[in-house]
């Protein structure tokens, strides 16, 4: 599926341990990459889920200044050595 420069999507992570429990990090951000490793967003600021211990979301508005199809990446990174990397692809208004 790709997405339109322009929209707004939500990005999603649940962080849990080795045993597959929710874990809350210390600290948490969120940033997108586009193809070239330029960076469009650096260090957002996630929201938690509420009712829940380490469900975040980040409201990601795709900016208008890409003018050809791209795919950017999102970079999840919290306290301690671990990463989610996500992938989606954006496309011009035309």
Same mark, same amino acid.
């Given at each position: 599926?790709? @997405?339109?420069? #322009?929209?707004? &999507?939500?990005?999603?992570?649940?962080? /849990? $341990?080795?045993?597959?429990? +929710?874990?809350?990090?210390? *600290?948490?951000? &969120?940033?997108?990459?586009?193809?070239?490793?330029? +960076?469009?967003?650096? *260090? #957002? %600021?996630?929201?938690? %889920?509420? #009712?829940? !211990?380490?469900? @975040?979301? @980040?409201? @990601? !508005?795709?900016? !208008?200044?890409? !003018?050809? +199809? +791209?795919?950017?990446?999102?970079?999840?990174?919290? *306290? #301690?050595?671990? /990463?989610?990397?996500? *992938?989606? $692809?954006?496309?011009?208004?035309?």
């Amino acid at each position: 599926m790709a @997405y339109l420069v #322009g929209d707004t &999507i939500r990005l999603k992570a649940t962080i /849990k $341990n080795f045993s597959d429990t +929710e874990t809350a990090p210390a *600290s948490i951000k &969120i940033s997108v990459y586009d193809r070239d490793d330029d +960076e469009l967003l650096s *260090s #957002g %600021t996630p929201s938690l %889920t509420g #009712g829940t !211990t380490a469900q @975040y979301y @980040y409201d @990601y !508005t795709i900016p !208008t200044t890409i !003018t050809a +199809e +791209e795919q950017l990446t999102a970079i999840w990174s919290w *306290s #301690g050595p671990h /990463k989610k990397r996500i *992938s989606f $692809n954006v496309i011009p208004i035309i």
